[in-house]
């Protein structure tokens, strides 16, 4: 299973907090949380093929065309599965990954998920009927182990196309 994961800046570690103009970018390599995944990945027998990243800044002056451009990126690298985040308790991030996630989906046909914290009450209400929100901890908080590998039994679940009503209530918001 080919993965293809969505970062900001903080998460890509191309850029800080105040770094919110970085442009869109990407390296074909396990980078950021992606690396942490890996023994979760290896379990459904996934790799990740490359990570994409774009400042949030950037994103927030032009959500539209910023979707587009990594749908574009996306169908050319052709991955099996897209997980943009974890975006944590980041509410520009988690706004980027729900709509880019969302974007994928009705663009390109290849399931995508977005995975953030409860603290991005206004972006799940928004998305949650439209896009598999896999739930995370907060930055810092406790059970990332846990979001990781529930995101990468999603992922495996959705590529293999399996019934994943039971798992998407165990693990997403809904």
Request: charged letters at 25%; a neutral charge.
């Amino acid at each position: 299973m080919k993965v293809l994961m969505i970062y900001d800046q903080i998460q890509a570690g191309v850029g800080t907090k105040d770094d919110k103009m970085v442009p869109l970018g990407g390296k074909k390599e396990a980078i950021g949380p992606a690396i942490m995944m890996e023994p979760f990945l290896k379990a459904v027998n996934g790799e990740v093929i490359a990570c994409l990243h774009c400042g949030n800044g950037t994103y927030l002056a032009d959500p539209e065309d910023v979707s587009k451009k990594l749908c574009a990126m996306v169908k050319k690298m052709n991955p099996d599965v897209v997980m943009c985040g974890p975006s944590f308790n980041f509410a520009d991030y988690s706004a980027m990954a729900a709509k880019v996630a969302y974007d994928i989906m009705q663009l390109t046909g290849i399931p995508a998920m977005a995975a953030m914290s409860e603290e991005n009450a206004d972006v799940i209400a928004a998305y949650k009927d439209k896009v598999n929100i896999v739930i995370t901890p907060k930055k810092g908080g406790t059970g990332l182990n846990d979001a990781l590998r529930n995101m990468c039994k999603l992922a495996q679940a959705m590529v293999e196309k399996k019934d994943t009503t039971q798992l998407v209530k165990d693990v997403c918001f809904s």
